[in-house]
């Protein structure tokens, strides 16, 4: 059975950031939390279709990796990619339209929840097949390296998807290389249904590249100021020269792997001990609190803000037209 990370485990800052910091990290995450609470209700409501996989409880890990970025730096992710869009700068009424197969949304409704990108926002995806979108994000490191730049690819998938046989080809090819690529593997401790430690003979998932010499580190998932720190450590080792990384980290979703898994797997205490003990925006928001940083008040405040945000795109989602029937033959074949 598979747990939340440990509070003993985790590498706490020694002290909290600047407060415009940590004021971001609150609104982003909570940004997050809050659009995929809605997209929730939504499809409940039928207005989404298809898969639909929320990334509630797991915000820290893309708001830290954002905040250690630089211009031009890319991200490419699998299908649980919401949170991904909205860190990265992609506007909430953009995704939620495409969310709902509108005409507004990122991929003018024909990409639904697993499959939106924004070269501007130096996002390139949102991947439906498990697995398929690393050796895509290695092929991006390749492009950086072969065209002489300093940029670097950050590469997600998850504890699933790290079992995959094209992650370890692409990790050889990478290491051989010595690819500007940082693989961060989200382990949220369930690839679909199927606990960890019933799915994968070594747990510790940041030694994936040990085979072919690529260095690896376990992180504190739950915790935006040490996913920031990796980061950035990840990044100076990657555009030094010295070849792809790995970042394993240790995460947790509370909802089911999509909407349609009721998640009966866990135990009744699980997913309340995570809200109770390790969630990333109260970590966060105690922080702020214990600093001064904020008050109650003007937490609540920016919740508010951001509850209005989500509605509005909600409601821009709602309202935008669903995509002509000839849209159906548009960005199919690039012509060179």
Not at 56 to 72: F, K, P, R, T, Y
Not at 117 to 145: C, D, M, R, Y
Not at 231 to 240: D, F, G, L, Q, T
Request: some cysteine; hydrophobic content about 40%.
């Amino acid at each position: 059975m598979a747990t939340a990370p440990k509070a003993a485990s985790r590498r706490r800052a020694a002290a909290p950031a600047p407060k415009e910091e940590l004021l971001k990290y609150y609104r982003d995450m909570l940004l997050i939390r809050r659009f995929e609470e809605r997209a929730g209700q939504l499809y409940g409501q039928g207005l989404i279709g298809g898969f639909c996989h929320l990334y509630i409880g797991q915000e820290a890990v893309i708001v830290g990796i954002e905040a250690a970025l630089e211009d031009g730096d890319q991200v490419i992710t699998g299908y649980r990619d919401h949170g991904h869009m909205l860190a990265m700068g992609m506007s909430a009424d953009g995704v939620m339209a495409e969310l709902t197969g509108r005409e507004g949304g990122y991929s003018k409704g024909k990409g639904g929840s697993m499959h939106m990108f924004s070269t501007e926002k130096n996002f390139f995806g949102g991947h439906g097949i498990v697995g398929a979108q690393v050796p895509i994000g290695t092929g991006l490191a390749l492009a950086n390296k072969y065209k002489g730049t300093d940029r670097v690819s950050f590469t997600f998938f998850g504890d699933g998807a790290s079992n995959q046989g094209q992650v370890f080809e692409a990790m050889n090819m990478a290491a051989l290389w010595k690819l500007p690529v940082i693989y961060v593997i989200e382990n949220n401790q369930y690839a679909m249904g199927t606990s960890v430690t019933r799915a994968t003979a070594e747990t510790h998932l940041y030694r994936r590249g040990a085979a072919f010499n690529i260095p690896g580190e376990e992180v504190d998932g739950m915790d935006v100021l040490a996913v920031k720190a990796a980061a950035e450590k990840a990044i100076a080792h990657a555009r030094a020269g010295k070849g792809p990384i790995v970042l394993e980290m240790k995460t947790y979703r509370y909802r089911g792997h999509s909407m349609s898994d009721p998640a009966k797997y866990r135990t009744r205490e699980e997913v309340p001990d995570a809200r109770e003990h390790h969630d990333p925006i109260e970590h966060v928001k105690k922080m702020l609190l214990d600093a001064k940083f904020a008050n109650e008040d003007e937490l609540k405040a920016i919740d508010k803000e951001i509850r209005a945000e989500v509605t509005e795109a909600a409601e821009f989602a709602q309202s935008s037209p669903e995509p002509a029937p000839e849209e159906l033959y548009t960005d199919v074949l690039a012509e060179a």
